[in-house]
């Protein structure tokens, strides 16, 4: 067997703002929208509802729902996340609810459907499909949080203007921009198919929310439609100043316990893992350079969807046992990504995928490779690194060594065991 380095646990600290009062602080928001104004009582506002694990999300939405019922309106939610939960509305009612969004959790009633209507087009062309329940509806309240994305690039990334798109677009409009993305930029086509959405969908506003590197909500801010498009870049460049990110810049194996799309969009988010532009390579617009990717397992949550799994080339048998290929081939077939459901090279236990990975880092032997073990990218505050990182842990302001090192950790059957999520 191969000579594996030692390891240590370490600990990093962020800053992380976070917001104390959110019932209160949602409340607060909404009031400076005064949608008195533009609300009368009877009216019917659709509040989308999205797949990502958005911390205290059950919380935030109830609370929305109770400022347009003192207004006399009559909220509902509606399901908002393009292809997931199989493309299915049952589905999709399934995912919230795996969310803890509920009609008990919110007080409001959960209208599903995967139909859309085409309530423009664009400039340039393209049909803009819209949710039919929210179409219908006299107002839209848009709701999601603002981060990066993990794919796109631009002044606005995954926030209020996807939610619009690809949310409330379902599975239709999910197709036709992914498609879209092929011939013309992904900003061109938010600024396009937002625009007319502000324009002819009732959008009466919107709550941003944005978390910090720990996975709590540390800020809500509501946006008025008319602002849309001038504050959520100032937001995403908070978000992505607050992104959890690995403190290493070059790491010769990154092994990950779990990834799922409760984690992000592509399972890991490839703004952590330096894949955001070349699903196996660093280029020079990345922050760090993982040069093997290594994926023990998917979450509970993600319910067998693998997307991402395809950014890495090592995972184990046990992993991909774990896969929904239908769930996962809908998603990545809809994100015009099918990469991004390739199996990579699959060894019977972590022990064997590791040795295996070691040697294609170059001409690092196996004991003095860098490598990285972390639970997901979501929950980097505490991690495992090899002894040649040690040295940029003592020179490191945030890291901490938390223990002593030892060996590296492999039970006797050649499993590793996980790095916990919090120290």
């Known amino acids: 067997m191969a000579v594996f380095p030692r390891m240590c646990d370490v600990i990093q600290h962020f800053q ?26 009877g009216d019917t506002v659709a509040i989308p509802a999205g797949s ?16 347009f019922r003192q207004l006399g309106a009559e909220p509902f939610l509606v399901p908002a996340m393009g292809s997931h939960g199989g493309g299915t509305a049952e589905g999709q009612v399934r995912m919230l609810r795996s969310l803890g969004v509920t009609e008990e959790s919110t007080g409001a009633p959960i209208r599903a459907t995967m139909e859309t209507v085409v309530v423009a087009r664009t400039a340039g062309g393209l049909p803009v499909h819209f949710d039919r329940f929210a179409a219908e509806a006299d107002h839209v309240f848009v709701v999601n949080r603002v981060k990066p994305h993990t794919r796109f690039v631009g002044p606005v990334e995954s926030g209020l203007h996807k939610m619009m798109l690809i949310g409330l677009g379902k599975h239709a409009g999910a197709l036709v921009y992914h498609a879209g993305i092929l011939s013309m930029s992904f900003p061109e086509i938010i600024e396009s198919v937002a625009a007319r959405v502000l324009d002819v969908c009732g959008v009466c506003g919107g709550l941003a929310i944005l978390e910090n590197a720990l996975d709590q909500t540390a800020m809500v801010e509501a946006v008025r439609p008319e602002d849309f498009a001038a504050r959520e870049p100032e937001l995403l460049q908070l978000a992505n100043e607050w992104l959890p990110r690995l403190p290493f810049e070059h790491v010769d194996l990154l092994i990950v316990d779990r990834i799922g799309k409760n984690i992000s969009g592509v399972g890991m988010d490839a703004n952590v893992v330096g894949r955001k532009f070349n699903d196996h390579a660093a280029t020079d617009k990345d922050s760090i350079l993982c040069r093997r990717i290594m994926v023990r397992g998917l979450t509970p949550e993600t319910g067998g969807n693998a997307t991402g799994i395809g950014m890495a080339e090592f995972t184990t048998t046990r992993a991909v046992a774990q896969i929904d290929p239908v769930i996962t081939r809908i998603n990545c077939l809809t994100g015009n990504h099918p990469e991004a459901a390739m199996i990579p090279i699959t060894f019977d236990t972590d022990a064997e995928a590791i040795e295996a990975a070691l ?65």
Not at 17 to 36: F, M, N, R, S, W
Not at 52 to 67: D, K, P, Q, T, Y
């Open 52 to 67: 990502r694990g958005i911390a205290g999300i059950a919380v935030i939405l109830r609370e929305v729902v109770s400022h």
């Open 359 to 423: 040697t294609t880092i170059g001409l690092v032997p196996p004991e003095d490779a860098r490598i990285v073990q972390i639970s997901d990218t979501l929950h980097l505050s505490r991690m495992r690194v090899s002894e040649a990182c040690f040295e940029s842990v003592r020179e490191h302001p945030r890291l901490e060594f938390s223990g002593e090192p030892g060996d590296f950790p492999l039970d006797a059957s050649g499993w590793l065991s996980d790095v916990p999520q919090h120290h």
């Open 16 to 41: 992380t703002p976070t917001l104390e009062d959110i019932p209160g602080a949602v409340q607060q928001q909404l009031a400076k929208l005064q949608l008195q104004e533009r609300i009368s009582p």
